[in-house]
């Protein structure tokens, strides 16, 4: 069975950063896409970022040049650093892998001064 487990989020004041870690159980995870998503309050849930297992990302526009997603392989870990914060990024952030369509139990993430 997949379990995903997060980390990391919290309440941070605007312009401020967090680092949300996303680790996986299995031998699956070097192989998969890895992206975090996040739903705010009265929102529906978006792709925020994705990973290859290669290590190629994307994101969505609104957090480019903030945000940076990687992965290390070896500790199954997917990591997003958070930059420059701003309280339109509070959400419950979730990891989800691809190859089995498992999501985590979600984190919350709080921006507001």
């Known amino acids: 069975q997949v379990q995903l487990v997060e980390s990391g989020g919290g309440l941070v004041q605007p312009g401020g950063s967090l680092r949300l870690s996303c680790a996986a159980s299995?031998?699956?995870?070097?192989?998969?896409?890895m992206g975090w998503h996040r739903q705010a309050p009265g929102k529906q849930r978006e792709l925020v970022a994705a990973?290859?297992?290669?290590?190629?990302?994307t994101y969505t526009d609104s957090v480019k040049d903030r945000f940076t997603l990687s992965r290390d392989n070896a500790k199954n870990t997917v990591y997003l650093q958070m930059n420059s914060l701003k309280p339109e990024d509070t959400a419950v952030y979730y990891c989800?892998?691809?190859?089995?369509?498992?999501w985590g139990q979600g984190t919350q993430v709080t921006v507001s001064s």
């Open positions: 299995g031998s699956f995870f070097s192989s998969t896409v």
């Open positions: 989800r892998e691809n190859r089995y369509g498992t």
């Open positions: 990973i290859t297992p290669g290590g190629r990302t």
